[in-house]
């Protein structure tokens, strides 16, 4: 009752984290007010000052540590003890010698730096060596006068003090906030165990915080230390903490991991683990990319990828990473002992961790024992073997078929883990392939995929259940790229080949006018157009313009119309590949004298487009991959330092005759910071079997769409098609056949670039729930749309920030974002609303304002504007254009059709 009744809860704006690792998370870190750093470790500074938080020096005042970079500067007469379970020397306050050092030369290097905050620690370390009451005054009326002084040196420092308890008196209004360690959980040094805090210890700082509080204004921050592992139990700590009106930071005792505060921070990046010997073409083939990064993407994560043989990370990856994936195909890593240790370190620190096929080294029971498992006591496993036991998580596509060939024989421990398959031997020995634990979770080989006639593949595990099951994903708002304001993304992209091929109907036009005549000006939707330059320019002797380039110049022309290129001379890859020669004309167009020149290709092509065939006021805003779409990271630098967004590779092919999910692709890859963007759905190339016929197979990327609709909304619509589709008359007719079928799917038009820029923001945002259960989700623009799972219920309009309405759809619950200054605040609540709200609409919305008269916004579209109000139980009409436009009553809202795009500004009206 004493605990539960002392205070207030803690101000919202509070909250506070500390992070002594390296590197630091910018964009996770930027989620608290405030962070204290070890500024050693802090490589950008600015970077996080920038994102608005509030940046603390840690600066140990009473002692330093053996392992600081400049303790050999200190004299030895300074010290007067050591604080051997830290590793430190105490120092003697009085000295004048060690306050001109710290003020004069330390922390004027940190203000130079750029901090405005310090963090004094070992206010209290005194107490170690002088246990008199009158060399303790003496030591605390020296460290009063050094506090005195930082304050003077550095006009508008802030200054968190840890503890100092005795010395507030006389320093406590020269400080913005106290901190203090262990009031509910601690950290017991010699032991190295994490231990309870007893209640006689627990009342005793209580009271001093109080006093802190109460008497001297300060915010109070608790710091208490819990096992990584233990994340329920951080969490419990941190709300009592907060409860009792402190600013609580729950993490471990080295505070070099993400711990828990007035903010949860919920890390969307995953770390896929692969072995590059075995991939010498590069990630883009690896199994964990091809064929795990789409599961987790749909689940709301990005990957990052590392190749085991380059070098593993040597932080924690606590409270930074959702968890670590591995895939690899044997047991045979070139470095097994650091990888094995390495592992080990992660997975006692609280990361999950999923692991697919193969450990990668030869396990014994020591490492098993981490996983609830250990060796099979039967040195010959007695084939057959059958399936003991399985549940929902295994036969997603296929079923395991028994088999010795390359099994793992691993048994369960007692307890520990969940068996999702099991097999037995003739002697019933149970093995397990396919667990999970508070650790993570591993589907052995060969039970992870089946694999096929001509390489086809299919899952034997259900991924998406898998990964949830082994890395804990907890229902969290997922950004999706497929859908925005209610509706499925349409995309339109040609790619430019085959412009110049003549059509085999009537008149025999070329193949690019064919495409601007019956599709492009006809059905009017946003579409993304490249050229290759090398083709539409081909055979030009003199300023007079190709029949190519003056079709392409009407064709840039049309509003409809977004400017791509699509290379000079059509490269068949972007980097060397071994089963793609770098030389001779089998490798791009055959242009004379002309060898690769990466600059060429993309600043040479958009340079051509933008000074030839661009109208004024338009430019190339997308650079298309050609050959097989994959770039290196030289050519992504390129690109985004052209200010062009960029698209191909990939490409969806799931059929209704081959129904399985690793025939749908990611969203891209990323090369550091650099993004290669997938095409959703892959191009006519594809289904004609490389322009071979049928050429009406196009029809079948209808299945596809479909299929990547149903019953996951997995991709978003996308007719990708080169001009070539323009010359037979089976090609032709399948291209209507897909523009007849997309057209008549509710959807939101978009240009590729707007996609590109909605993937570009998907692997890069960050979220956070807060102590009061809002969501704060950061680094949004054109991303616009999240999708919530049913169990956490409906979007709270009335308050959340950034919340424009919500549409329930069988594949899942679509959210509609208007993020202020990159930001939205999502609250959640059981009902779903009452208010008026946009149900779906076919446009960008730029305002949404709730007043007296309604809500008055701003919504364009490429198309005529279509939106759609909530609920059906109102009667709404808009305010238009010094008019009124009355709507369409749906079973599910009220329908308004706009004559324009682009109506400006009007007024939604519901009584």
Known sequence: ????????????????????????????????????????????????????????????????????????????????????????????????????????????????????????????????????????????????????????????????????????????????????????????????????????????????????????????IVIDYVDPKQKQLARTTAKQISDLGFTPWVANPGLDILGIGEVEVFPRRVLALYDGKDYPEGLQQTDVHKLLAMPLEYLGYSLDYMDVNVGLPGNLLTGQYAGIVTWFNNDGLLIPTIYRDWLLRQIDSGVKVAILGNLGFKADNAFLQHLGVKLSQSENLQGPLKIGQSDKIVGYEAQPN??????????????????????????????????????????????????????????????????????????????????????RLLLVQVDGDGAGNKAEIPGVPLAVKVIQDHFLQKYNLPSTVSIIEGETASGRSSDKLTPIETIARDIFKLNNVEIASHSYSHPSAWFQKNNIMAAGDDYHLAIDGYEFDLKREIAGSAEYINKTLAPENKHARVFLWTGDGLANKEALVLTRSLGLENM??????????????????????????????????ASDHVYTNGWQGPFYGFNRVIETMRLTDSPLRLKPLHIHYHFYSGTKIASINALKAVYDWSIKQEHRAVWVSEYSQKVNEFQNMTLSRRMDGAWTIRGLN????????VSTGWPDLERSEGVVGVRDARQGRYVHLLPDHGQVLLYTTPDPPSSPYLLH????????????????????????????MAPPERKCYVNWSGGRLDGQHQSKGWKFIFPVANPGNATVVCY
């Open 1 to 220: 009752m004493f605990l539960s009744s002392v205070f207030l809860p803690a101000y919202a704006d509070s909250s506070t984290a500390f992070f002594y690792g390296r590197p630091a998370p910018i964009n996770l870190l930027s989620h608290f007010k405030q962070v204290i750093v070890e500024p050693e470790n802090m490589d950008n500074l600015v970077d996080l000052r920038d994102k608005g938080t509030k940046v603390f020096a840690y600066v140990s005042v009473g002692e330093v540590n053996w392992s600081r970079s400049w303790y050999s500067e200190i004299p030895r007469n300074w010290f007067m003890a050591s604080n051997k379970e830290w590793g430190s020397s105490i120092i003697d306050l009085t000295q004048q010698g060690w306050h001109d050092y710290l003020v004069d030369k330390y922390l004027s290097r940190l203000w130079e730096k750029g901090y405005r905050g310090f963090f004094l620690d070992g206010l209290e370390s005194y107490q170690i060596s002088v246990v008199e009451p009158g060399g303790r005054l003496i030591q605390e009326k020296a460290l009063s006068n050094l506090i005195k002084r930082i304050h003077q040196r550095f006009p508008g420092v802030d200054l968190i003090l840890n503890r100092g308890f005795a010395i507030l008196p006389e320093v406590g209004g020269y400080a913005v906030a106290l901190a203090a360690e262990s009031l509910f959980q601690g950290w017991d040094p010699p032991s190295q165990q994490y231990t309870k805090v007893l209640e006689p210890d627990r009342y005793w700082l209580l009271e001093r915080l109080k006093q802190a509080k109460d008497q001297y204004g300060l915010q109070v």
């Open 402 to 487: 028994p088999t010795l060939q390359g099994v793992t024989a691993w048994q369960a421990l007692e307890s520990g883990i969940e068996n999702h398959l099991g097999l037995a031997d003739q002697s019933e020995a149970p093995l397990v392939a396919v667990f999970s634990g508070n650790w993570g979770g591993v589907a052995l080989h060969p039970y992870v995929i089946e694999p096929g006639y001509q390489g086809r593949q299919r899952w034997i595990i259900n991924p998406f259940e898998f990964l949830s099951k082994a890395l804990d994903l907890t229902g969290i708002p997922v950004p999706d790229v497929t859908t925005e304001n209610g509706r």
């Open 648 to 681: 191909n590779g990939g490409g969806a092919t799931i059929f209704d005759d081959e129904r399985t999910m690793t025939r749908v692709p990611p969203l891209g890859y990323a090369i550091n910071d650099q993004l290669q963007v997938y095409a959703p759905i």
């Open 782 to 789: 054109t991303l616009r749309t999240v999708r919530l799972p």
């Open 841 to 868: 609409s076919n446009g960008e919305i730029e305002k949404w304002q709730q007043t007296a008269e309604g809500i008055n916004l701003q919504i364009h579209a490429h198309t005529p504007l279509e939106i759609v």
